[in-house]
């Protein structure tokens, strides 16, 4: 019922604002304006999802570190999960406007960070400091389904990490200031990177 009735409230939003820009077809300026309106439609979609997923996780209770998938705590997990807006934020991907998205939802994210389409999948567990570099088809993952269990942790990226294209990193991380993590790494759950150390690999290791 959530899922529905955000998705067709943002569905809602959309289809007024393009009926509103072909109302703008007429005089001079009339295919300025509709091109202006059509662009405007996906930015007010990926605000309005993130404000209605930030909503929801300012009123929900924090994820439960450990329990059972049978637990209502961990559906509860699943519903607001799937009011993720990831497909609208990648419009913004590698722009300053990105940052501030994950910022409406509850990351608490650094000054300067570059974000060239990272996915995090559990908001209110992650933390970025300041002049991080987040690349292409990187993933936080704050969460995990582990023999019918359910397990989250909180994850903590330090000022000045960098993240590799296509580099996983799992719960209850803690990357200190200045680390890197090569690309197509997995880092794996509870570990801890060094300040300015480089790790690398499956698993990820020192290099």
Same mark, same amino acid.
């Given at each position: ?23 703008? =077809?007429?005089? &001079?300026?009339?295919? @300025? @304006?509709? *091109? +202006?309106?059509?662009?405007?439609? /996906?930015?007010? *979609? *990926?605000?309005?999802?993130?404000? #209605? !997923?930030?909503?929801?996780?300012? +009123?929900? /209770?924090? /994820? ?6 049978? %637990? ?5 997990? !699943? ?11 990648? +419009? =913004? %991907? ?34 970025? $400091? ?19 269990? =359910? ?14 294209? $296509?580099? =996983? #990193?799992?719960?209850?991380?803690? &990357? ?5 993590? @090569?690309? %197509? ?5 509870? !570990?801890?990177? /060094? ?5 690398? $690999?499956?698993? *990820?290791? !020192?290099?």
């Amino acid at each position: 019922g959530i899922f529905l009735l955000t998705r067709w409230l943002g569905v809602f939003l959309v289809v007024l604002i393009d009926l509103a820009a072909i109302e703008f =077809f007429e005089g &001079m300026f009339a295919n @300025a @304006a509709m *091109a +202006l309106l059509f662009a405007l439609s /996906p930015v007010v *979609a *990926a605000v309005y999802y993130a404000i #209605v !997923e930030g909503c929801f996780e300012k +009123l929900s /209770p924090p /994820p439960p570190s450990i329990c059972s998938i049978y %637990d209502s705590r961990f559906w509860w997990v !699943e519903r607001v999960w799937k009011l993720h807006p990831i497909n609208f934020f990648h +419009l =913004f %991907d590698g722009t300053p406007f990105l940052p501030l998205l994950w910022r409406l939802i509850g990351v608490r994210m650094g000054k300067r960070v570059f974000d060239d389409g990272v996915y995090i999948s559990e908001p209110t567990l992650t933390t970025f $400091g300041d002049e991080c570099v987040l690349n292409h088809q990187s993933l936080i993952q704050c969460e995990s389904q582990e023999d019918g269990t =359910f397990k989250s942790g909180r994850t903590e990226i330090g000022a000045g990490c960098t993240i590799g294209v $296509g580099a =996983f #990193v799992h719960y209850g991380v803690t &990357m200190s200031d200045g680390s890197v993590l @090569a690309a %197509d790494s997995f880092l794996m759950k509870g !570990e801890y990177v /060094p300040p300015h150390a480089r790790w690398g $690999g499956n698993p *990820a290791r !020192e290099m």
